[in-house]
């Protein structure tokens, strides 16, 4: 089955710098990807998702692109303030398990 | 607001006891997932419905079980409860299970005493 890593695990920014942070797959037959920011205790929210057949998609100071042939995607934040600070979760539907397959998240913290 | 309703927000039981969860998806919405989050866990699948029928299936323990209604609500049942399945036990909803925008609700936080 599909199986989708996330690094870093953690991630500590100056506020006004850039957070990357870097997904893996591994069923190339997994077609889309959404990013989800979830703060403590709260739903995980969509923030931003991202088709195979598109390799960079940006919303104001997010973007995501992806890499099919290897098979990774990336989420960056530009401009980062302290309402960033969350955990993102990266995912993937695979037509072949006919889910979303998560990581395993992203602690970001902005550090005014 | 995501537009998928989760009931009840909150829920304190004891081991060995019963409880069920709700979730109403988003008005449109066939599909239903339910996940669990333990303490500074993942999302962790636990199982998938659409249009009442269950499509596919993750960690679900065989004491869980869920159902999906014709009215498309969903409920997640757990029975035998132990310590180790206090959680933050979320559904979400998406139009058709496909590839398509999934949207969570708020989740119910269960504490087992």
């Known amino acids: 089955g599909e199986n989708v890593e996330q690094h870093p695990s953690t991630l500590s920014v100056q506020e006004g710098d850039s957070a990357v942070i870097k997904c893996t797959y591994s069923?190339?037959?997994?077609?889309?990807f959404p990013w989800y920011k979830q703060e403590l205790g709260k739903r995980p929210q969509l923030i931003i998702d991202i088709r195979s057949n598109v390799g960079e998609k940006k919303d104001q100071r997010i973007a995501v692109t992806l890499n099919k042939t290897a098979k990774h995607f990336s989420l960056h934040i530009t401009e980062t303030q302290p309402e960033d600070s969350a955990v993102y979760f990266c995912?993937?539907?695979?037509?072949?398990?006919?889910?979303?397959?998560f990581g395993t998240g992203t602690s970001l913290t902005v550090i005014p | 607001d995501s537009g998928v309703t989760q009931t009840p927000k909150h829920l304190i039981t004891a081991t060995g006891q019963r409880v069920t969860l709700r979730c109403s998806p988003r008005?449109?919405?066939?599909?239903v997932y339910w996940y669990q989050q333990s303490l500074d866990q993942g999302l962790q699948f636990l199982i998938q419905y659409y249009n009442g029928e269950e499509r596919a299936k993750g960690n679900i323990l065989e004491r869980f079980s869920a159902q999906q209604f014709p009215d498309l609500h969903s409920e997640l049942n757990l029975s035998s409860l132990e310590l180790g399945d206090s959680a933050l036990y979320f559904c979400?909803?998406?139009?058709?299970?496909?590839?398509?925008?999934?949207?969570f609700g708020s989740g119910t936080q269960l504490s087992v005493l």
């Open positions: 069923d190339s037959a997994s077609n889309y």
């Open positions: 008005s449109g919405d066939l599909s």
């Open positions: 995912a993937a539907f695979s037509n072949t398990g006919n889910q979303f397959y």
């Open positions: 979400a909803s998406s139009v058709d299970g496909t590839e398509e925008k999934l949207f």
